[in-house]
């Protein structure tokens, strides 16, 4: 089909089409995007085998079913947006999601606060933990102590200290994990997440290997050299050397600890905080537009639907006059009345194009 200027066929078709086609992309038709383009390309292979006029006329029924879908959109569109309770579901959504963006941007504004606050405050319980943890370590030592001779009882006392040493050390990592879990929890919370943040175990020296790591300190010296007291005041002595240097180990797998599991933390809520912000803002201005296209949708939809109609005419005008001669038509083929209405041989009830099926 070639172009030519003025009134020409090809020239009222070439724009009919186009136009048609940027309906079907206004209105987020795909499959009418497809079907016109394809119709498109298939006059083009065959511009030799096909004139000017008939090819208009095949371009107009193209565009008067696409035409026609597209307003069949329009109106389920038009009565949606006309229905009274349709636009009370979307105040209703308007108003939650403008709630929800206030409490975010409450939260947006506090989080980090609350997080600086709950990182000094789980500082300070672990130095109260690493304070207090030995006193208790040490009365408990000394209690075993003086219920056993070190000389004849110090394995059993090197394994009491060692056990519970360890169990001290994972109660430590416990907390520390807990409190981290604590505060991603209230930060959620502050910011609406859907779940908290999922806090990694902390990597540290597990408790048996921190334990075994520690310098060999004996429990006991000679029992021909000093009496059972003096005993067992060496074994305390050791005792505490050895306490002295679990705290100082552990106080350094505490502290590497905290610092990755609070910065991972703050990482990944700040994170969360600006996606959130972005899906309820997006969120929003969605249901906004959706509840202006409500109250002002059926007067734009009119005029929309006007601009097909207008289109419509233009198809028209390029079908022959004779209603009879406007038959369905396909590209490739088309289908005609009966031999009776048509004039044609009375023995058939249908002819075919003399240009060849689209494949």
Not at 225 to 248: N, P, S, W
Not at 277 to 302: K, M, Q, R, W, Y
Request: proline share 6%; aromatic share 4%.
């Amino acid at each position: 089909m070639q172009t030519t200027q003025g009134t020409h066929p090809a020239t009222a078709a070439d724009e009919l089409l186009e136009l048609t086609l940027d309906r079907a992309r206004d209105y987020d038709r795909p499959d009418l995007v497809n079907r016109l383009g394809k119709m498109r390309g298939q006059l083009a292979e065959l511009a030799a085998g096909v004139d000017d006029a008939e090819a208009g006329q095949i371009v107009a029924r193209g565009a008067l079913r696409a035409l026609d879908s597209l307003d069949t959109d329009l109106q389920t569109r038009h009565a949606t947006l006309a229905d009274p309770a349709y636009s009370a579901r979307l105040r209703a959504e308007l108003a939650n999601v403008r709630a929800r963006s206030e409490r975010l941007a409450v939260g947006t504004r506090t989080w980090r606060p609350t997080f600086d606050r709950a990182a000094a405050e789980l500082e300070a319980n672990l130095r109260f933990q690493l304070r207090s943890r030995p006193g208790t370590v040490l009365a408990d030592a000394e209690q075993a102590i003086n219920s056993h001779d070190p000389a004849k009882d110090e394995a059993v006392l090197a394994d009491w200290l060692r056990r519970r040493l360890a169990f001290e050390a994972d109660a430590t990592y416990l907390l520390l994990h807990a409190e981290v879990r604590r505060l991603a929890a209230e930060l959620a919370g502050q910011l609406g997440l859907p779940a908290p943040h999922r806090v990694a175990p902390a990597r540290v020296v597990a408790p048996d290997a921190l334990v075994a790591g520690l310098a060999p300190r004996p429990l006991h010296t000679p029992e021909g050299i000093r009496r059972l007291a003096g005993r067992r005041a060496d074994a305390l002595a050791a005792v505490r050397a050895t306490v002295d240097e679990f705290l100082h180990v552990l106080t350094g797998q505490l502290t590497a600890a905290r610092y990755a599991l609070l910065s991972d933390l703050h990482r990944v809520t700040a994170e969360s905080a600006t996606t959130q912000f972005a899906a309820v803002a997006a969120e929003l201005t969605a249901i906004g537009a959706a509840t202006g296209l409500a109250a002002d949708g059926p007067a734009a939809i009119a005029e929309q639907r006007a601009a097909i109609n207008a289109l419509r005419e233009r198809a028209l005008a390029l079908l022959p006059e004779d209603p009879r001669e406007r038959a369905p038509r396909m590209f490739g083929f088309r289908t005609v009345l009966p031999a009776s209405s048509t004039g044609a041989d009375p023995g058939a009830s249908y002819w075919a194009e003399s240009y060849p099926a689209a494949a």
